[in-house]
């Protein structure tokens, strides 16, 4: 049974740091793995989709990898704003489902 | 395209009575999520339709939840009788194919209350 972790939970820091959010996942066998941004009372917006033979996609400040024989991904953000605050899930997908992890909320204080 | 169109956005109920949640995915999509977003167990996925078909239900909770998706662009989540442990946010999503490694589109969300 596919699990997804993503550590850490919440996470606050100043503006302008450099940060990563980790997701990890235990099997490797997935179609694609999806990141996601969920602000307080909203629906999640798709940032960044890295399907299973690619090694990284790339958005703005946003940066994804994946190694899907670590069932590892994470998520980097390049000089954080007080606008990147959110909470941020990852989803892999195998077959039609998608395995959602707990999410990290951030908090990026100005 | 307008997105994925979930109705009510807000709904406050009391136990016992039925609630219908509405959702339009988007046009030329072909296979419809419905799942529950609470504090404690995060994101669920409820039931999981493909060209209207509905293809797994196992995360249906139980026999009050029902969903049915008459045509391509309508799909409802019931559940009769409501009671307040139902209470949590419901997305509807959907993609473009069920076997495709494409994205996930979801609606904005229900914010169901059982008092």
């Known amino acids: 049974k596919q699990e997804v972790t993503q550590i850490p939970a919440a996470l606050s820091v100043p503006e302008g740091e450099n940060l990563v959010l980790n997701c990890s996942f235990t099997?490797?066998?997935?179609?694609?793995l999806q990141w996601f941004r969920q602000d307080p009372g909203k629906g999640l917006t798709s940032l960044l989709l890295?399907?299973?033979?690619?090694r990284e996609q790339t958005s703005g400040r946003l940066n994804a990898s994946l190694d899907k024989s670590s069932g590892r991904s994470t998520l980097y953000i390049a000089a954080s704003q007080p606008g990147d605050s959110a909470t941020y899930l990852c989803?892999?997908?195998?077959?039609?489902?998608?395995?959602f992890g707990t999410g990290t909320r951030l908090k990026v204080l100005a | 395209d307008a997105g994925v169109i979930q109705s009510p956005r807000h709904e406050v109920t009391e136990m016992g009575q039925e609630v219908t949640l509405r959702c339009k995915p988007i046009?030329?999509?072909?296979?419809l999520f419905w799942y529950r977003q609470t504090m404690m167990r995060g994101l669920e996925l409820l039931i999981y339709?493909?060209?209207?078909?509905?293809?797994?239900d196992s995360g249906m909770p139980e026999d009050r939840f029902s969903a049915k998706m008459p045509n391509a662009s309508f799909s409802t989540l019931k559940i009769q009788p409501s009671e307040p442990r139902d209470s949590a946010v419901y997305f509807c999503?959907?993609?473009?194919?069920?076997?495709?490694?494409?994205?996930?589109?979801f609606g904005p969300g229900t914010r169901l209350t059982v008092t």
């Open positions: 989803a892999v997908k195998r077959t039609y489902k998608y395995i």
């Open positions: 890295i399907q299973s033979s690619q």
């Open positions: 046009s030329g999509h072909n296979s």
């Open positions: 339709f493909n060209n209207n078909v509905p293809i797994d």
């Open positions: 999503a959907s993609t473009p194919l069920s076997s495709s490694p494409g994205e996930q589109y």
């Open positions: 099997d490797s066998a997935i179609y694609n």
